[in-house]
């Protein structure tokens, strides 16, 4: 007896409680429903911001609409993040409303690792080696990569390098400036790598007038172990300014060249 009106009991609450989410929710889809959408709250998640809140209301005001006014239920959420995600330094986005009637919306920007510098002509490559334009509103300090890049683009444009070859070099780089990024060495004291004519990566520091000769991005542990070796053994007994360039590219060889 005392387990049937357990049971009973238990029921009874389970009951109570689904009816009172049932009133809750439609009570919610009933507020919704009157409510309007009465202003924008934009948060940036990175500690950098390519994209501002003044960006956000003009890629909407551009390409959604008006939605200040407009009933909370009839905000299309997915068309919002669909716009922003097509956006070149927005990674990913998340809309979403409140019952105050507040548009809230948060961005996850492409993080770039280098900067290409082809003439005039310049761009970001993130870390997954995506390309997305420089931005007006911000500048990184990432290495800057100039020169006789191997591939070019038309302004504005967004995604993977345009073939095979280009999406390989860009690896390459990657390869390579992650390669002093892991170092505080390296990541502190070049600031440039320019390719020369014949492919060959040119690695410009932030201090004395060499330039390090690298050639490809492989065997990088002991091309940067040739360049550590001049600085131990080469440039100490040398005059200042002395060398143009340092050649490491070759297995167990520092060619160095006067100015």
Known sequence: MKAVLRHILTATALVLFATGMAVLVGLSREERRQLTCTGLQVRVTDPFVFVTEDDVKGYLNRY??????????????????????????????????????????????REPVMRIQNGERGFYIDGRGSIFPLQKSYTSLVPVVDGAVPFSIPDGYKGDAPDELSRQWVSDMLSLVGYMKKSRVWDANISQISVLDGGDLMLVPREGRERFIIGGCDCLDEKFERISDYYKFVKPSAEEGLYKTVNVKYHGQIICRKQ
Do not use: C, K, M
């Open 64 to 109: 959604y609409g008006p939605y200040i006014g407009q009933r909370l239920d009839s905000v299309r959420l997915f068309s919002i993040e669909n716009i922003l995600n097509r956006q070149s330094a927005v990674l990913r986005s998340e809309a979403w409303t409140d019952l105050e009637g507040i548009l809230h919306v948060d961005i996850s920007q």
